[in-house]
C-alpha cells in the first residue's frame, strides 16, 4: 500500500478506487451465496430438496439464474416512465451500496471511519425507499402504485422504532461510531450491547432486559425495512403480483433483488455492530484480530439473515393496519420505556 | 348482514373531498382495479373487478367463464350415460371422485338400482379420500394467500400420498374415471387397504402439525378473525353450501341429511363454525371447519376400512342405460357443498338434458357481499375462504 502511495495522485485515486469497489465484490459474492442459501433453507423447512441437478447439489445455480436473468428481454411498458423507470433500480442499490461505506467489516477495514456513522447508514438507507416509490409509481400500473405506497408508508413508520432502538445502544455506547462502538464492546460476548456492555455489574444487570427488548425490536423493524416476511406488504406476491416491481424484468428485476439482499445483509450489520459485539470475537481476546474480525462479523451478520429467512419461510403476512398498529402502537411505546429506562440507570 | 357492518365500521369508505390545511379542497375518487384472470389468488381464471377507495372494497363484481367448456351440452351429446363420467371429473378437478359419485347416485336412483355394498364402502373410502385431498388443497393455497407458503408444500406432500392411493386403484392421479353408474371401473388392488390404513395412521399427527403451524399461527389469526364475516341468516339466502354454510353456524351436510351411500353406518359428525377467534363465519371459521372435517374424514376412512365386505363392484346393468322417461334430481356433499345433478331422459340411450348445481358457483356469489368494506389484502383471503376451483364454477 505505501507503494502505491509513493505513486503519488494516481496512487491515491487507485487505492480510493479498489477500497471503495470491496463492498461491491463483497455484496456479489454475499448475494450468490445468500440466494443459493435462501433455496435450500426454505426447501429443507419445506421438506424437500431444492436444486440438485446443476452442479454439485445445484451449487451452480445461482449462477444459471443471473444467466437466465441476463439474457431476458428487458421490457419497458409503453405507459411507463421510460426515465424514472430505468433510473429506480440504481436509486434503490445506491441507497443500499452508499450505507455499506459506514459498516466497520473488521478492525482495519471500514470504507469510510465517520464520526456519524450510524447516523450515515440511517439517512443514506433512506434512499431506498424513494427507488421503490420511483419504480413503482414509473411502471405506471395500479399494482405497482399499491405496492410503492405500502412501502413508503411502511419504510418512513419503521424508520422511527430503528432510529430509537439504535439511540438505546448510542446511549449505552456513547457514540456514533460504529467503529467507537465495536471497541466498546471487546472483551468477549460478556460485553455486547445486548448484554448490558462493560458496565458495572449491577448496572448491566438492570440494564439486560432493556437491551435484550430493544434487540429484539431492532431486529423486527429491521425486517419491515428490507421488506421482508412477515412484512414484506410491498411484494406481497399473492396480493399484488410483487408490487412495484411487477413491471420490471431482465436485469433491472435483479437489480432490485440484489438490493434486497444487501439490504438483509445491511441491516444485520447495524443490529450486529451495534448490539452484538461487531467484528469482536464472543471469547475475548481469543481468536481475536483484523482477519478473525472480519470473520467474527461476517458469521454474525449471516446468522442474522438466516434468521430472516427462516422467519420468511414459516410466517404469514400481516396486514397494512396492522403493520401499522405494530410500528406505532407496540414497538415504538415500548422504545420509549426502554429509552427512559436505559437513560435512567446509565444516570444512576 | 347487520354483524359484518358493525364489526367493519372502522373501514367504511367516504369518498368526497378533503380539506387541505391551506383551505384549498382536494376530491378523492375510487379507483377500479383489475384482479385476474391471471392473478396468483384467483385460484384460476376468476376475474375479480374491484372498485376501491384506497386499500378499502367498496364494491367486488366477479366475472366468471374464462374456463367454459359446456359440460352441460356435451353431456347431451354422448352416445351413452356412461360417457359422461369423465365430464364429470373435469367440472371440480380438485374433487373428482365426488363429482363422479355425484352423478352415478343420481343415475342409480333414476334407474332404480341397488349398488353392491363393497361398493358403496369403496366409494365412501374414496370420497372422504377425495376431500382430505380437495381440503388440503383449499387450506394449503389459503396459507399462501396469507404468505405463508411452507404450510401449501405440507398440504401437498400429504396430498402426495393420497393420489399415490389414487393411481394405485384406477391409475389416474387427478381425473379417475372411476365411479360409474351401478359400480366402479376397477376393484381396489389387494394392497390398497393396507396403504390407505397405512396412511390414516400417518397423516392423524400431521393434522396436528398443520395446525400449528398454519391454524392457530397468531398472525394467521390476526388476519383472518372477523374478516368475511357471513352470518348465518345470508348464508342460508345464497343458498351457500358445505364448508361455507356450516361455518356460519349451519349444521347442515347433505351427507347426513339427505343420507346416500352408508354414511349413516359410520361414526362422525358434521363440523360447524363456533367463531371461536371472532365471530362465526369469518374466515378463520371456514378454515377451521376443513381442518376439523379432514379430522372427520379420516374417522371415516378408518371405520369403512375396518367394515368392508368382499363381493362384485359392478351391479347387473344393461351396457346400454336406457333410462324410463323421466327426471331425477340429487345431491350429494362434495368438499365445497352440495353437488347436484338434474337428469332428464327422453328414453333413449343419451341424456336429454344434465344440468349441474355446483357448490363453488353458488358460494361464489356472495362474495361481494361479504368482502364490501374489508381491505384489498382481505379479499385475497375472502376469496381463498370460499374455495373456488373454477372448473366448476364454469363448467
Redesign the interface.
Known sequence: MEALENLGVWGSILIAVVWSALPIVFILLYALVTLYAEMKI?AH????LAYMRTGWHGTLQPFADILKLLQKEDTISSAADRKLFRLAPYVVFMGTYGAFSAIPFSSIYIGSNIDLGVFFIVAVSSLVVVGILMGGWASNN??SI?GAMRSAAQMVSYEIPTALAILIAVMITGSLNLQDVTKFQEGGIHNWVVFGGPLPLTQKLLLIPFTLVTFIILFIASLAEVNR??F??PE????L?QGFNTEYSGMRFAMFYLAEYANMFLVSAVTVALFLGGWTSPFGSFLSGPVWGLFWFIGKCLLLVFLQIWIR??????????LMYTSWKVLTPFLFVCIFGVGLILVL | MNGSKTLLTSYVSQPGEIKTSSGKTLRTDE?I?NMGPQ???THGVLRLEIVVDG?IIVDVIPHIGYLHRCFEKHAEHMTNYQQVIPYADRMDYVAAMNMEQGYAVAMERMLKIEVPERVEYIRVIMAELQRIASHLVAVGTF????????PF??AF?DRERILDLFEMTCGARLLYNYVWVGGLSHDLPPQFIDKAKEFCKYYRPRIKEFND??TY?E??V??TANVGVLPKDVAINYACSGPMLRASGVNWDLRRDDPYSVYDRFEWEPQVGKGEMGTVGDTWDRHIVRMREIEQSVNIIEQALAGIPEGNVQAAIPKRIRPERGEIYARTEAPRGEIGYYIVSDGSTTPFRVKARSPAFVNLSVLPEISRGA????L?LIAAGVDIVLGEVDR
Not at chain 1, 313 to 322: A, E, F, G, N, S
Open positions: 426454505a423447512i419445506q421438506d424437500r395500479k399494482w399499491f416476511t412477515p414484506d406488504l406481497a406476491e399473492s396480493e403480483v419461510w414459516t410466517l404469514p403476512r400481516l396486514r397494512v393496519d396492522q | 379507483m382495479i392473478h396468483p389468488s386499500e396459507g399462501i394467500d396469507a404468505g405463508a407458503f411452507t408444500l405440507y406432500h403451524l398454519l399461527n398472525i394467521f390476526k388476519r381491505m384489498l389484502a382481505d385475497v
